[in-house]
């Protein structure tokens, strides 16, 4: 089974600051990897899909790149809408599995 | 407008079983894989199972593998999983997400408002 690596766990970021969370798959899995956000209480949201594609209506602060095993995802400014949990997900074959979580903070 | 309404849910004790159901709209069902995730209180999201949809075609957690079982009626356009000898690390609110493509290997682009299910005697 593939197993999808977040880091860092938590962070805590000051407005305006771009932030970076990265995802790693212990085999390849191509560019099948989507980004969800999660805000206290709600449904996740997808953010990113096939690595870098911006699911429509997400702001373009958002990006994510990478491909086989190492992904990122960047917010190049971030707002306080931003505080959330990110996760990744792998969806190149079954069990389609998420990762652990970014928790995002506003320092 | 694409809306998945998953009910189900409840206390049950350890052992018992309970059957979730998802209602989906505002597409044809049919023609998209589903899965249903789960998230423990204070936890990370974790896939359960998926189905293709055609139906031919399901998918487990080894977590869940041979005690929970997946399901769809595309005359009720309704997503099912029925899950069996339940266990206290079962209990989380379970979401029905609805993929991109008819095969499971696509994004989860449409998600439920999730129903919570506690293992518990």
């Known amino acids: 089974d593939i197993q999808m690596t977040q880091s860092p766990s938590s962070l805590s970021a000051s407005v305006g600051d771009r932030v970076t969370i990265t995802c790693r798959a212990s085999q390849g899995i191509s560019n099948y990897l989507a980004w969800y956000q999660q805000k206290p209480g709600k449904v996740p949201k997808l953010l990113i899909y096939a690595a870098s594609t911006l699911q429509s209506g997400v702001p373009s602060r958002f990006s994510g790149s990478g491909s086989g095993a190492d992904f990122t995802l960047t917010i190049s400014s971030l707002q306080p809408e931003d505080v959330a949990t990110y996760y990744c997900q792998n969806y190149n074959s079954a069990p389609l599995t998420f990762g652990g979580g970014t928790q995002v903070e506003i320092k | ?121």
């Open chain 2, 1 to 121: 407008e694409v809306q998945l309404l998953e009910s189900g849910g409840g206390l049950v004790q350890p052992g018992g079983s309970l059957k979730l159901s998802c209602a989906a709209s505002g597409f044809t069902f049919s023609s998209y894989a589903m899965s249903w995730v789960r998230q423990a209180p204070g936890k990370g999201l974790e896939w359960v199972s998926a189905i293709s949809g055609s139906g031919d075609s399901t998918y487990y957690a080894d977590s869940v593998k041979g005690r929970f079982t997946i399901s769809r009626d595309h005359s009720k356009n309704t997503l099912y999983l029925q899950m069996n000898s339940l266990r206290a690390a079962d209990t989380a609110v379970y979401y029905c997400a609805k993929a991109a493509a008819s095969t499971i290997t696509a994004r989860f682009n449409y998600w439920g408002q999730g129903t919570l299910v506690t293992v518990s005697s």
